[in-house]
């Protein structure tokens, strides 16, 4: 019986799920790889475990549109631990397939189980590309506990993000398809950048160019009001959705100030131009309460230690 029917029943039966739960040894064929052992029903996204999940799949994550497998993309064994283990406390006793690059080296982790991806996408996370989507922060981390938001930014910064501890920043970065936005003008523009090559870990070229002063110098006189033009549609109309929303709830959570940065344009060859903003925060003070929070997830809330 799939759990969909099983549920259907035990709502006719008037039987509350977690009735069931010490009787349910396994979701799936225990001889697949997707199966889930000991299922923890009725599962409960709602914590910190949950809040940090969502963030993998919003930042480093995808969730295969046909199947809802759960990938995880990261190169860091630590986080891949981390997100493998808060998927088994949150969903039970399941193993992940790991995912190897054309070197061979460990880059990634998929989680088979179409339960889990029908939980995440129940939560609020997309299904298919997320930089061709315009799409919101997961309710659960806008309106939910602090705990949950505290993860979940934990989690964002490891995956798409950085702490500099000298300067005394925490930045989060986040890429979005800008190619339909793009006027005849501010084509013409790009074919004057000097493109720079980003490599991949894959190995991978990838020509960007950082949004700065000096490109507007080297642009020919007729196309530096473009540019200008430009940077004011980055800067205001075309930062993605979950951006904004991720500055707004970050500055809720922490009680810090923070802003939206416009940074970098990257030319793909077959996917066209996509945009690069940072939720940036600054100052020592903020910093500082950021940072003792963002410590004490590890402390409060159910996340295992380091």
Not at 9 to 29: F, N, Q, R, W
Not at 45 to 66: F, Q, S, T, W, Y
Not at 134 to 140: N, Y
């Amino acid at each position: 019986m799939t759990v969909e029917n099983l549920m259907k029943l035990l709502d006719l039966l008037e039987i509350p799920y977690d009735a069931l739960t010490p009787y349910i040894k396994s979701v799936g064929s225990t001889s697949h790889r997707e199966a889930i052992i000991n299922p923890k029903f009725p599962i409960d996204m709602e914590c910190p475990n949950g809040g940090r999940i969502l963030a993998a799949v919003l930042k480093d994550g995808h969730i295969e549109r046909d199947t809802h497998r759960f990938y995880y993309w990261n190169y860091d064994p630590q986080n891949r631990r981390i997100i493998t283990e808060a998927v088994q406390h949150v969903f039970g006793d399941v193993e992940p397939y790991v995912i190897h690059d054309r070197k061979g080296r460990e880059y990634g982790i998929r989680f088979d189980s179409s339960v889990i991806g029908d939980m995440l996408v129940r939560a609020g996370a997309i299904e298919g590309s997320k930089v061709e989507q315009e799409h919101h922060l997961p309710a659960m981390i806008t309106f939910g506990d602090h705990r949950i938001a505290k993860a979940y930014y934990e989690q964002a910064i490891r995956d798409d993000g950085n702490i500099d501890n000298r300067n005394y920043q925490i930045r989060i970065i986040g890429t979005h398809e800008i190619r339909w936005k793009l006027t005849l003008e501010y084509l013409t523009m790009t074919d004057y950048f000097h493109w720079q090559d980003k490599t991949l870990p894959s190995g991978a070229k990838e020509p960007f160019v950082i949004l700065s002063k000096e490109v507007k110098i080297d642009l020919p006189d007729e196309l530096k009001s473009v540019y200008d033009s430009f940077l004011v549609k980055m800067k205001k109309e075309w930062v993605p959705t979950i951006l904004k929303e991720e500055a707004q709830v970050m500055e809720r959570t922490f009680g810090v100030k923070a802003q939206i940065v416009p940074m970098k344009i990257y030319k793909g060859e077959k996917k066209g131009f996509r945009g690069e903003w940072q939720i940036l925060m600054l100052g020592k003070e903020n910093f500082e309460k950021m940072k003792r929070q963002l410590d004490s997830v590890w402390r409060e809330g159910g996340d295992g230690e380091r």
